[in-house]
């Protein structure tokens, strides 16, 4: 499921990149600002596993159905709310006011079409999170199947026969989450899984249950938030260094996303795995699968990191890149397959137990110090100062993955995170 969400971003790039290098870095900017909102509505859906899975450990469905009620409530508000504040032209031109004036007007029209989509992705991740939470992980993978075929078709129509060029690549995003939002919605009606929602209507706060949520959901969404927030931050000085550094960063981070796909899987099912251990009361087995998942983390990922590098430079030749951008996207994937798989899995797969279990402050509080005392600041160093580059990004990077893969470490060898209570 996650390879094909990733697969849905590639997908818009690749095909866009026909357009021209204006297109591709207009989807590239505002795709690192779609990419906080994404990973905002991610942690809320994370928080709606945890809560679920520990309901149903401790074989409470009553709880577990009131629960999802309120969170489908929560996501429908939070995200209406940011989709009407990413109507604000403004915005772009405040973060990325020095770009060119072509990518800008592809830029805005791009973002303004995607943003309507907030909901549905918000839907879809709760949704996909409730399916997790009984254990079901196959059919939201199957629904985000159909969405990739689905914008596949929609970008061939709209931004090759239609010749609407980024803006067709938005409609066609638009429609494919709308699709998967409705498919996933419409079979939580049909009996035969712990967690059943109807009558959407009829729900109404529960503000107790809610806040529960929150204080899951805001934490983790303010670490994934600033994370993201980090992120475009960095872009931005890239933004400075030319269309080049442009469009090789944005190939660059698709390849990173792909390579780590199969571990953030693996991370997202320790979530339910461990939530359903802690709300069963079995604190032993919690610590023992998180071990486990963690090195079942870092083979797939030697594996993926492997395979994603073999691929990079055929890729590239096909997506029509430049030699300027092709060379410098092959350095910073060279330096991402050889470090990658030492750092990142200690950093982020048994920090998704830790969080299962309800220590979700030290995480958010360890994740954002990391963010922006390493990633960014060293970042933003590098490219500014020493000029590296768009690499440059990529050391900030390493450094921030093995700071936090220590402090994670020690927090889950002292044992302080099984003595927080979610419900």
């Not at 303010?222 to 872009?235: D, P, S, T, Y």
């Amino acid at each position: 499921e996650q390879m094909l969400i990733s697969l849905m971003g590639m997908v818009d790039t690749l095909m866009v990149s026909r357009v021209g290098a204006e297109a591709i870095s207009a989807v590239s900017l505002v795709d690192s600002i779609n990419n906080l909102v994404l990973q905002v509505f991610a942690a809320m859906a994370a928080g709606a596993a945890i809560i679920c899975s520990q309901y149903l450990g401790r074989k409470d469905e009553k709880g577990c159905n009131d629960a999802a009620k309120q969170i489908v409530l929560t996501v429908v508000v939070i995200s209406s709310v940011i989709m009407i504040i990413g109507f604000r032209k403004p915005l772009l031109h405040l973060i990325f006011g020095s770009v060119e004036e072509a990518v800008m007007t592809n830029a805005q029209m791009y973002f303004l079409i995607t943003a309507l989509s907030y909901p549905f992705i918000a839907l879809f991740q709760a949704g996909a999170a409730f399916y997790r939470a009984c254990g079901n992980s196959k059919f939201t993978m199957k629904t985000a199947l159909i969405a990739n075929v689905a914008n596949i078709v929609g970008n061939t129509l709209f931004i090759f026969v239609l010749q609407m060029g980024a803006a067709g690549a938005a409609v066609s995003t638009l429609i494919s989450r709308a699709l998967c939002a409705f498919v996933v919605f419409y079979a939580l009606r049909k009996p035969g899984y712990a967690i059943q929602l109807k009558n959407y209507f009829s729900i109404r706060p529960d503000l107790n249950l809610i806040v529960k949520i929150l204080a899951i959901g805001v934490p983790s969404g303010i670490e994934n938030g600033m994370f993201q927030f980090g992120k475009l931050a960095i872009q931005s000085t890239v933004s400075s260094l030319g269309t080049a550094a442009i469009a090789a960063q944005a190939m660059t981070i698709i390849f990173e996303n792909v390579n780590g796909m199969a571990a953030v899987g693996i991370g997202i099912g320790l979530m339910t795995v461990v939530g359903q251990s802690i709300g069963a009361g079995r604190q032993e087995e919690a610590k023992y699968y998180i071990v486990k998942l963690a090195g079942y983390a870092e083979v797939a990922m030697i594996i993926s990191c492997i395979l994603v590098y073999i691929a990079a430079r055929p890729v590239t030749v096909l997506a029509g890149m430049s030699e300027e951008s092709t060379a410098l996207c092959m350095q910073m994937i060279l330096a991402i397959t050889i470090v990658k798989p030492l750092l990142w899995v200690p950093s982020f797969t048994p920090p998704n137990g830790l969080r299962a279990a309800g220590d979700v402050r030290f995480s958010m509080i360890t994740a954002t110090l990391t963010m922006w005392l390493c990633r960014v600041a060293l970042s933003i160093f590098l490219m500014r100062v020493v000029k590296t580059g768009p690499i440059g990004v990529w050391y900030g990077m390493f450094a921030d993955w093995g700071v936090r893969g220590v402090i994670f470490t020690i927090r889950f060898v002292r044992g302080k995170w099984l003595r927080f209570k979610v419900i």
